[in-house]
């Protein structure tokens, strides 16, 4: 485990020392690594850091009003609202490997949008070591690794929870005093719900994802996973009433892991998984079924796509 006081103190006159007198802008997604990352870039730099926000409508419910919330204190924060513009990219795209490098290339054009209207010279990024692992062995492409495009309109990016595991990360922001609903958040992936769904990623489906992780994450709290959600991953018969439906199929994946390496599927009780389907199933007359995925990773990766 990292010391973290002595990190915090090294990552700060990394960042200070890296960006000098330039601005920058942060990639601020809400999750733990970009908060941390934003943290220390704001402890570095102060005025010169522009934390932005993507919207990119591949969001948790409720992300947006909770990010405006949680970081007010940084009076510089950008709400930058984009979802029509990923949704457009998107568009027909059904290959996992090629939806990451869309909503990569996606990011960092909004981001050198959003740099040039602040003449940020810098980018600042909450990449952390699994996610170079993961990107560098082709097992998936982070939209903040493996994911950018070639050409990046910035002197340079910075990453100061490169070397981090997720374990890290968190004592680092406890250490921050960062509140504990950024600190203890279940992981999130850069990509959003884009990789919840297997095929084409629509409103649709993507209605369909978003409450039923919102059932997901409210009905395992109190069994503490490292990360818990459901995904859209096909269509299946189904009967609602009196009809029979062809409806989305709905998994439901809750898993134990110390960093995100390796993972096991949680052995959640029965009661539980049925409020989940219950609940799941009478919110959304497009929902067919709902199933419980038991694949550890490996041989499965946490996330499907």
């Avoid at 998107?90 to 740099?115: C, N, S, W």
């Amino acid at each position: 485990m990292v010391d973290v006081e002595e990190f915090i103190d090294e990552a700060t006159t990394e960042i200070s020392e890296a960006i000098g007198d330039a601005n920058a802008i942060i990639a601020l997604s809400g999750g733990v690594d970009s908060s941390v990352a934003a943290a220390l870039a704001y402890r570095a730099i102060g005025e010169q850091l522009t934390p932005v926000y993507v919207d990119t409508g591949l969001m948790r419910k409720g992300e947006t009003d909770q990010i405006r919330e949680t970081f007010s204190f940084m009076e510089s924060l950008e709400v930058v609202e984009a979802q029509d513009r990923f949704l457009d990219a998107l568009a027909g795209v059904t290959d996992p490997e090629e939806k990451r490098h869309v909503i990569g290339e996606q990011f960092i054009r909004e981001f050198e949008r959003e740099a040039k209207e602040t003449d940020a010279e810098y980018l600042v990024q909450g990449t952390i070591y699994p996610d170079r692992i993961e990107s560098e062995g082709n097992i998936k492409s982070h939209h903040n690794v493996g994911g950018l495009p070639g050409v990046v309109d910035f002197d340079g990016i910075v990453e100061p929870v490169r070397d981090l595991y997720k374990d890290e990360v968190r004592a680092v922001a406890r250490a921050l005093d960062l509140e504990s609903v950024i600190s203890e958040r279940m992981p999130f992936p850069g990509p959003g719900l884009a990789v919840r769904i297997i095929g084409e990623v629509t409103e649709e489906k993507l209605e369909v994802a978003r409450d039923a992780c919102h059932v997901v994450e409210e009905e395992v709290a109190e069994h503490e996973p490292w990360q818990a959600f459901a995904a859209v991953i096909g269509k299946a018969t189904g009967v609602k009433g009196d009809n029979r439906v062809h409806g989305w199929v709905v998994s439901v994946r809750s898993v134990e892991s110390r960093d995100g390496m390796t993972a096991r599927a949680q052995n959640l009780p029965w009661e539980t998984l049925q409020r989940i389907q219950s609940r799941i199933t009478g919110q959304n007359d497009n929902v067919a079924r709902v199933v419980y995925d038991v694949t550890h990773k490996p041989p499965a990766t946490i996330e499907y796509e």
